[in-house]
Every structure is written in C-alpha cells, then in structure tokens.
C-alpha cells in the first residue's frame, strides 16, 4: 500500500490554477522528487500535504487512511507526516533534547529515550545539552532530521531542506538523510528546482510545470527521453 497518496489535488489563487490536478503515489522506503522550475507550483503542493493550506478540490490518504477532502480534514499534527524546509530552522532557545522531544507525547522518561534514540540513528547523542548556536550547519541539520523523525511520521515532506547547506557539507547530508528515511521505510517526497539534486536522490522523479505533473518515471527515463522542447530547456537551462 502507498505511504502517501494524492488524487487530482487543485488549488488556485485569485481565479488561477497554481496547483492543477496533481496526482501521486508514494510507497514505503520510496524517495519520489517533485521537481519543476520555480513558481510551478511545487511548495504548494507540498503545503496541502502536510495540511497548512487548503486544497480546493482532491483527496489525499496516508497508508490508505484519508486524511484530507473536501469533506474530512485531519489536522496537521495527525496526519503523521513529517516536515523539512529550509527554513525550518531549530527552536534556538531549546537544547538539542529540547528540540527533538518538541511535539513528542508521553512521559519524561518515554521522551527522554526516544530523544536518545533519534540522535543515535543521527550521530548526534553526545551533542543532547548543547544549543543550536553552538553546532555546526551540519549538525543542526541532522538534529532537524533527528526532531522530524522522532515522532514516527510514514512520509516526509522535504522542500529544498538542502538549499542552505555548504557545497562541501551537502552531499554527504543528503546521502545521510535519505538513507535513514530509507532504513525507517518512511515515504519521501522531495521538492527541488534542481535536475541534478533530483536525479541524484530519488527513485522516482514527477517533472512539475504549471501546476501539473507533466512527465513522471525513474529519472534516468526522464532525464533521457525528455517529453517536449520545454523539458529540455529545463533541464539543460538548469545545468
Ligand atoms: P514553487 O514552490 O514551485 O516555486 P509555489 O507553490 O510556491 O511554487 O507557488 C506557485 C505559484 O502560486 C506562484 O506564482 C506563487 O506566487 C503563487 N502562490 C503561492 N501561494 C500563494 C498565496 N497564498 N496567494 C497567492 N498566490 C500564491
Ligand atoms: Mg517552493
């Protein structure tokens, strides 16, 4: 069953189609790249997933559970999915544990382990009391990863969370991030206006323009049968 599953998702702002009839399935352990040129409306889309903005029409389920139609609306703290922007920036005021443990449910105890645990799977266990200021760009995104995983979501919803990343550091990071997703068989739907970044990291890329999905495969297909003149120039313009 798909990790996450949208169907005809259509959202317009002051009468145009931003989001235009998108449609998609994600499975378990899967890293799926919408990728498009800026202003095609990939942000919102992700927006509408992750429940921050409205859709005007279309479904979208998570394990096959609907959480989100015209009708239903799960809040965005149940849907179990997690988050990862660029500028979703650590609480600077909280410690590291503090951080990770923002938004987890139970006793100290039952928090403090699965704290431990997280940055376990990230590295990080010996920086617990420390302060974002005092980590590294690196670090920081790894605690960010470590916090965004803590409560167990099926499908991560990552737009650009690289973008910010030092050249030398963002390579390994990224590898990192997706493998661990991977290991958790969390979904992954990954936002980038970047061909290489795409066809770097996902099995699956959605090539996204004017609101819609207009050519979707694995990226070698995509990168090597491109659809029309203007796929073309998006991905050699790009380059
Ligand atoms: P992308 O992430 O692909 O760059 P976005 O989804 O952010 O694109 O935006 C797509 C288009 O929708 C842009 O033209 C943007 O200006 C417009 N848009 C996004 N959000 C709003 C909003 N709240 N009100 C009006 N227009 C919006
Ligand atoms: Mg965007």
Do not use: W
């Not at 009468?15 to 890293?31: C, E, T």
């Not at 920086?127 to 990863?145: C, K, N, T, W």
């Not at 050519?215 to 990168?223: E, K, S, T």
């Amino acid at each position: 069953m798909p990790r996450l599953e949208i169907r005809d998702l259509r959202r317009s702002f002051d009468g145009r189609a931003v989001v235009d009839g998108v449609s998609l399935k994600i499975m378990p352990g899967q890293v799926t790249c919408l990728l498009g040129p800026s202003g095609c409306g990939k942000s919102t889309t992700l927006r509408m997933i992750a429940g921050v903005e409205m859709q005007d029409s279309g479904e979208i389920y998570v394990d096959g559970r609907l959480i989100c139609d015209t009708v239903t609306r799960v809040p965005p703290e149940r849907r179990e999915i997690g988050l990862m922007f660029q500028d979703f920036a650590l609480f600077p005021h909280l410690s590291v544990e503090g951080n990770v443990a923002y938004g987890l449910r139970g006793s100290r105890a039952e928090k403090r382990a699965r704290v431990e645990e997280m940055l376990g799977r990230v590295h990080m266990q010996r920086f617990i009391d420390m302060y974002p200021h005092q980590l590294s760009g690196g670090e920081q995104q790894r605690v960010a990863l470590a916090r965004a995983l803590a409560p167990q979501p099926r499908i991560m919803l990552m737009d650009e969370p690289f973008s910010g990343l030092d050249n030398r550091l963002r390579d390994g990071i990224r590898d990192e991030t997706l493998g661990i997703l991977k290991e958790e068989n969390t979904g992954v739907l990954l936002v980038t206006h970047e061909p290489d970044e795409a066809m770097r990291m996902a099995d699956e890329i959605a090539l996204m323009r004017d609101g819609r999905i207009v050519q979707q495969g694995a990226p070698y297909n995509v990168y090597t049968r491109p659809l029309d003149r203007a796929s073309v120039a998006f991905f050699s313009d790009a380059n």
